[in-house]
């Protein structure tokens, strides 16, 4: 899992457990027999990852704490002049608690009354421990769920790393890097969330003394750090990680001899709705042909698929859509629905049907799960029976 990690750079994290957590998706596409248990050991245990922004909030290496901190002291700034001052004797309060008693929930103290906070009025007690984690003073120590329990960061982390500085310029250049890494193949445009926490693509005033992110690419772009590739039908150029080098040049020999990815035989993944290979949206059109929208911000009525819908990738082609669900109680995962592009048949496509059940049977696995359910209707009975058939 931490070869994963290194290569991707970083997990987005995404509070939403329908079909499993985000980042547990990502690891279960590429780790055979993977469990959470061993992503919530290396955060909470042994403290090989760690939890702060990138692309938004991620899961990343400790080792690299260094190389994140921009965010923890940009938002110590703006605290302290903000809801750390004017709240306080509550930050006292919450410290002087964590230092004597140890680890604290925002549950673990009687709710005050709101005040307003970021998007809503909250409770203040909940909301001072995630702007002192935000600052990097607190860190979590574990989840229950997704309740956050905080502890002193050097409680959780080494002094010497947490005391170690690296410029700002170094920072952006490493989280920029980590972009690249992360999804393999980006430009230099797309859209906003793509760039989110690599910093400004123009001057900005607000954040004198920032590189922008133009001014780093093209750094990098002269180094060497990243190579510049173009891709037969698409416009505008890409770029890779210059350690990349080897998996291109290699994708490019077995296309030339007509191998199939790997030099083994298609497989079946589904893909997280935040998974690296998705992020950016206009790629996924215009490389693969595939419209893809995580359609759980969409009103039920104007969704195309469904709530929480995971792109279904057969060796190098994206095929379909599937709308995977656990049923705890009942140990069982409900297909709510699959979606096929245009042309292809999941019954007579060859090798498509083994690959898929072994999917499956690799998802129900890792959700504990004991048997798999399809809709009801023709579709829904027919693609159940020819899982069974080869199952």
């Known amino acids: 899992m931490l070869r994963v990690v ?71 700034v703006g605290h302290d002049d903000g809801a750390f001052d004017e709240h306080a004797p509550l930050v006292e309060e919450l410290l002087d608690r964590i230092r004597r008693d140890g680890h604290l929930s925002s549950t673990d103290i009687e709710p005050r009354a709101a005040i307003d906070w970021y998007w809503r009025p909250t409770n203040p007690v909940r909301a001072i421990l995630e702007a002192l984690a935000e600052a990097g003073i607190l860190g979590i120590a574990r989840r229950d769920g997704n309740r956050r329990i905080y502890d002193l960061a050097e409680r959780l982390f080494p002094v010497d790393l947490l005391a170690e ?47 922008t992110r133009t001014e780093l690419r093209a750094e990098l772009l002269a180094e060497g750090a990243l190579i510049p590739v173009a891709v037969d039908g698409l416009r505008g150029q890409r770029l890779i990680v210059a350690s990349d080098r080897p998996f291109l040049e290699r994708a490019m020999a077995e296309v030339a001899a007509g191998e199939p990815p790997g030099g083994a035989a298609d497989a079946v993944t589904f893909l997280a709705p935040l998974d690296p290979l998705c992020w950016d949206r206009d790629l996924l059109r215009s490389l693969f042909d595939f419209d893809y929208v995580w ?13 929480y819908v995971l792109p279904i990738l057969f060796g190098d082609r994206l095929v379909g859509r599937i709308e995977p669900r656990f049923d705890r109680a009942a140990r069982a995962v409900r297909v709510l629905g699959t979606w096929w592009e245009p042309g292809f048949d999941p019954l007579e496509a060859a090798g498509f049907m083994p690959a898929f059940a072994s999917a499956l049977a690799a998802y129900r696995a890792f959700g504990r799960a004991t048997r798999v359910t399809f809709p009801r209707d023709r579709s829904g009975r027919r693609l159940a029976g020819a899982v069974a058939r080869v199952g």
């Open 6 to 76: 290194d290569r991707l750079g970083s997990l987005q994290f995404d509070p939403l457990e329908i079909a499993g957590r985000n980042h547990d998706l990502v690891l279960q596409a590429r780790i055979a027999g993977y469990r959470r248990e061993t992503t919530d050991a290396l955060l909470y245990e042994r403290r090989l990852l760690f939890e702060a922004y990138n692309k938004g909030l991620s899961i990343l290496p400790t080792a690299e704490l260094p190389l994140y901190r921009l965010t923890w002291d940009r938002a110590r």
């Open 165 to 211: 500085r690296r410029t700002v310029r170094e920072q952006a250049r490493h989280r920029l890097l980590s972009r690249y890494r992360a999804n393999g193949l980006l430009g230099s445009g797309g859209q906003a969330e793509l760039w989110i926490g690599t910093g400004p693509a123009a001057p900005d005033p607000r954040r004198p003394g920032h590189p």
């Open 295 to 307: 359609e759980v911000y969409v009103p039920e009525p104007k969704r195309r698929w469904g709530y």
